[in-house]
């Protein structure tokens, strides 16, 4: 597997030396054998006892952040990029929830048992860089190969019901169709209570990225009606993947997004109903950041805006970039990081106050 990383390289090489074997995981892999273009990398190290023995590691290379310990991960920031590494883990449902898991940090664990956790088969490939091997314990280079979204485990994927939308939208991304057992599985998932109890932020995200990432948006919109998710008008699923082939860029798309919820939703005619349907999705911060940014002629956009804030009588952000600048900061491109991420917490009541 070619690493188009320098800097990663000597981190790895790094690695090896000191007794450790480094694997390569996820989205990094599977996009390799995809054809695509490889941008983040995520590392899990195997053969280590301690995450500080890692620290101790990578501190020669940049900052290094531990505030994942408890998930077995180490960030590496350096001037220009972010590293994760991550120990090997297994985790178990303790709780109801996407996050109602008890993580388990075992440097000593083998591939396929880690690997286990995941999700899906072409996930779950990893590349041995110090063997200069490809590790596939379910599968998965099969099912790329055959264009097929399969699930791992049939106990361990029904435990996260945030899966059932990874399965919308990586299907719809990939052009894959969704294995039958795994889509039967999702069918189970969907009437379960646990379901309805996902956050909001994380099924917008699964959303956002149907939407931004699918060159066919069509097969996640298919699977939302299979699901019995979302009702779908069938007749605009054509046009859809019609104005997402015209390589449009990320802020058209994101008008595109509006149209569809309003296929969605504006069809209800009681806004409580409507505003219950918005709220699950919380798209209610997305008529804030793009409101200036669309084509004020377009009336039904500038109406349908109008709406959605109007129904969510959404607050003013607490923190604003002349805050980060009273307290030293030098203005960069994490500043819009920071707001969005201190804004989605005043919404969800994480913060009241500055």
């Known amino acids: ?58 501190k020669e290379f940049g900052s290094v ?45 083998v591939f396929k048992e880690a690997a286990k956790r995941r999700d899906f088969t072409i996930n779950a ?12 314990p379910f599968g998965g280079t099969e099912d790329i190969y055959k264009k097929q979204l399969k699930h791992i485990d049939d106990i361990t994927f029904v435990e996260d019901p945030l899966r059932v939308y990874r399965a919308i939208q990586f299907s719809a991304r990939f052009g894959f169709c969704l294995n039958i057992s795994t889509l039967k599985l ?46 779908i008008d069938q007749s605009n699923i054509a046009h859809i993947d019609k104005i997402v082939e015209n390589n449009i860029s990320n802020q058209d798309k994101l008008i595109l997004i509006f149209s569809i919820l309003d296929k969605l939703f504006l069809k209800i005619s009681d806004d409580k109903k409507l505003l219950k349907k918005i709220k699950n999705l919380q798209i209610f911060e997305v008529p804030r950041i793009y409101e200036k940014k669309i084509d004020k002629k377009d009336t039904f956009i500038t109406q349908l805006i109008k709406k959605l804030t109007m129904l969510n009588n959404m607050p003013k952000p607490l923190y604003m970039g002349k805050d980060l600048l009273s307290m030293g900061y030098k203005p960069s491109e994490k500043f819009k990081t920071i707001l969005d991420t201190l804004y989605k917490m005043q919404l969800n009541g994480e913060i009241c106050s500055k």
């Not at 960030?75 to 898991?101: A, C, V, W």
Request: glycine share 6%; proline share 2%.
């Open 186 to 231: 999702c069918k189970k998932i969907v009437k379960t209570n646990e379901f309805l109890l996902l956050s909001k932020e994380r099924i917008y995200e699964e959303y956002k990225k149907l939407f931004l990432k699918s060159s066919k948006p069509s097969i996640g919109l298919e699977l939302l009606n299979t699901l019995k998710i979302e009702k």
């Open 1 to 58: 597997m070619k690493i188009n990383d320098n800097f990663l390289l000597q981190i790895l090489d790094k690695i090896v030396q000191n007794g450790a074997t480094p694997v390569l995981v996820g989205g990094c892999v599977r996009d390799h054998f995809l054809d695509h273009e490889v941008k983040d990398y995520d590392v899990e190290v195997y053969g280590l006892t301690t995450l500080e023995e890692l620290e101790a590691i990578l």
């Open 65 to 109: 952040n531990l505030v994942g310990k408890s998930f077995g991960i180490v960030k590496l920031t350096t001037q220009d990029m972010e590293y994760d590494f991550s120990f090997p883990r297994t985790e178990n449902k303790i709780s109801l929830g996407h996050r109602g898991f008890e993580v388990l940090v075992d440097g000593s664990l």
């Open 125 to 136: 490939i990893g590349y041995d860089y110090k063997n200069k091997i490809f590790l596939d």
